[in-house]
Nanobody, 120 residues
Framework: QLQLVESGGGLVQAGGSLRLSCAAS????????MRWYRQAPGKQRELVAV???????NYADSVKGRSTVSRDNVKNTVYLQMNSLKPEDTAVYYC??????????????WGQGTQVTVSS
């Protein structure tokens, strides 16, 4: 059973930092792109950051310059380092991985989400 487990969320004051982690485990042949999304109450889900298997990254304008996405391909883990946090960063953060369970089968898997709350 393949699963993604996120950690690292919590309550932080504005201006603070958090590092989110998302570890994939189970039957994994390889992992392509890994993404972080977030969803705040009453708002649409937002793509925050993407990192490809080769390490190329892309960020939403709302977090660019304040966040860094990285991955450890040995540990099948993706990270999201968030600095200079703002109250508007408050949301549930989800990781998604495009996982190949065999050489021919790939699908997206979601984590359960981790709450990030930034107080002003």
């Amino acid at each position: 059973q393949l699963q993604l487990v996120e950690s690292g969320g919590g309550l932080v004051q504005a201006g603070g930092s958090l590092r989110l982690s998302c570890a994939a485990s189970g039957r994994i042949f390889s992992i392509n792109a890994m993404r972080w999304y977030r969803q705040a109450p009453g708002k649409q889900r937002e793509l925050v950051a993407v990192i490809t298997s080769g390490g190329s990254t892309n960020y939403a304008d709302s977090v660019k310059g304040r966040s860094t996405v990285s991955r450890d391909n040995v540990k099948n883990t993706v990270y999201l380092q968030m600095n200079s946090l703002k109250p508007e960063d408050t949301a549930v953060y989800y990781c998604i991985a495009d996982v190949k369970t065999t050489a021919l089968v790939m699908r997206g898997y979601w984590g359960q989400g981790t709450q990030v709350t930034v107080s002003s």
